[in-house]
């Protein structure tokens, strides 16, 4: 991958649109954007409206273009955004036009990287980038947009510094007589790495709130057959996705839905009914449901006012369905509902929603630690902790593993790096961007 190259790719969505942009990065686009705008000079953030006209002089389209001087753009680089009609065969045109100016077209994530290269960004910053591109509902633009505006990388900077000054003075120990160090320093040392130590194993116990937020909340709703799970599914998804049937085991395999609960993304799914069956698709249908349920965060399960008393797992949520069909609500700690009259329905999603809140720490602000972060940050911990534990009054140690702790999370910024990290992290984006 040349860095020299200028390369160009469609920013905004792809099919039919009232309005396309499409970025190109490069080295001295001045005298190009000058061209095509028809200009012998403009100003930088400026918009020109023009008609933009391929090298035979036949136009392309009418076009509103701006130009950005380096390095005051998204690459660092000299940037132009061409905002044409959205129609694909306009796309196409342009395209075709830029190729001929000797521009490639960027691969996944390439925008990124430049601007990465350049110092625009850090490695959490892409990562915030990547999980705002995914972002469904409003807790997850918010939680994405602090990390890709540097939240989570200032953290990390923070942590990185303290590390680097804890193994010089740790090495400092070892080279310098005590009188001629600061009073306690061994005492300081060691507070200091419990300090990062303590924050770093906070961060890593609140990945399951950062995944709840990014990931979504996975809901699943379990029980016997016949209890009118898939009815109560389609009543929450608003949409007939589950069959719904008297006969028994009628539900074989997990039917999800996403959707919006509280502003979280949730990941809702029925599951086959539990009982003994020799049915062996249902079997599978069964075993699905066993695994669903071990990676439920929530799990809603659904008996009825005459059926089972089944015993429930801790931290399962009680809901009797069917209470139309009865007078009495006599089961302790359940929620009564109906879904086909809807009776106790809002008292099921205020739970929910209490529940869901509770799992996301009420969408308070958590480092957006992805699979990537969380191992760096568990080596982070291990190497701080050894410090702790494992020198034995060997500062010489102590500096080494405070050192791996610092590169594990420059690591994280993309301070100390592999192009196999790099890769992976800027494959996940789009070509845009």
Request: proline share 2%.
């Amino acid at each position: 991958m040349n860095n020299n190259d200028t390369i160009f790719a469609l920013s905004s969505g792809h099919g039919k649109s009232g309005v396309a942009v499409i970025r190109i990065s490069g080295n001295d686009l001045q005298d190009f954007a000058q061209k095509i705008i028809g200009r012998a000079t403009l100003a930088p953030r400026h918009a020109y409206f023009t008609n933009l006209a391929d090298n035979a002089g036949e136009i392309i389209d009418q076009c509103v273009i701006i130009y950005f001087a380096a390095p005051h753009s998204f690459t660092g680089t000299d940037v132009i955004e061409i905002h044409s009609h959205g129609a694909p065969a306009v796309i196409n045109k342009i395209f075709e036009f830029l190729r001929t100016h000797d521009m490639r077209i960027a691969t996944p994530g390439e925008f990124s990287r430049r601007a990465f290269y350049n110092g625009k960004m850090d490695l959490s910053d892409v990562d915030g980038l990547a999980a705002l591109l995914d972002a469904e509902t409003d807790k997850q633009r918010a939680a994405a947009l602090k990390s890709m505006m540097g939240g989570d990388g200032t953290v990390y900077a923070d942590w990185r510094q303290q590390m680097l000054e804890i193994s010089a003075y740790a090495a400092a120990m070892t080279d310098y007589p005590a009188d001629d160090l600061p009073a306690n320093i061994e005492h300081t040392v060691h507070e200091h790495i419990k300090t990062l130590y303590t924050a770093i194993s906070a961060a890593l116990a609140k990945y399951k709130t950062a995944r709840a937020i990014r990931g979504g909340v996975n809901i699943v709703l379990v029980g016997e057959t016949n209890v009118g799970k898939s009815s109560l599914f389609n009543r929450i998804v608003g949409a007939n996705r589950a069959i719904v049937s008297d006969t028994p085991g009628t539900t074989r395999d997990v039917v999800s839905a996403n959707l919006d609960i509280d502003g979280f993304l949730v990941n809702m799914s029925d599951t086959a009914g539990i009982r003994e069956t020799t049915d062996s698709v249902e079997r599978i249908g069964i075993e699905r449901t066993n695994q669903e349920i071990e990676n439920a965060d929530i799990v809603l399960h659904i008996i009825t006012p005459n059926g089972n008393a089944t015993p429930i797992a801790p931290g399962e949520i009680l809901v009797v369905n069917k209470c139309d069909t009865v007078d009495s609500h006599n089961i302790e700690n359940a929620i009564y509902v109906s879904a086909k009259t809807g009776a106790g329905f809002d008292e099921m999603m205020k739970t929910l929603c209490t529940r869901i809140n509770d799992i996301t720490g009420h969408g308070e602000s958590v480092l957006m630690i992805n699979a990537r972060t969380h191992d760096l940050l568990a080596t982070a911990a291990r190497e701080l902790e050894n410090a702790m534990t494992k020198s034995d009054g060997d500062y010489d140690i102590l500096a080494e593993h405070v050192r791996y702790a610092a590169d594990a999370i420059g690591k994280i910024l993309g301070t100390i790096g592999t192009s196999e990290i790099l890769d992976a992290t800027f494959s996940q984006l789009c070509l845009g961007k």
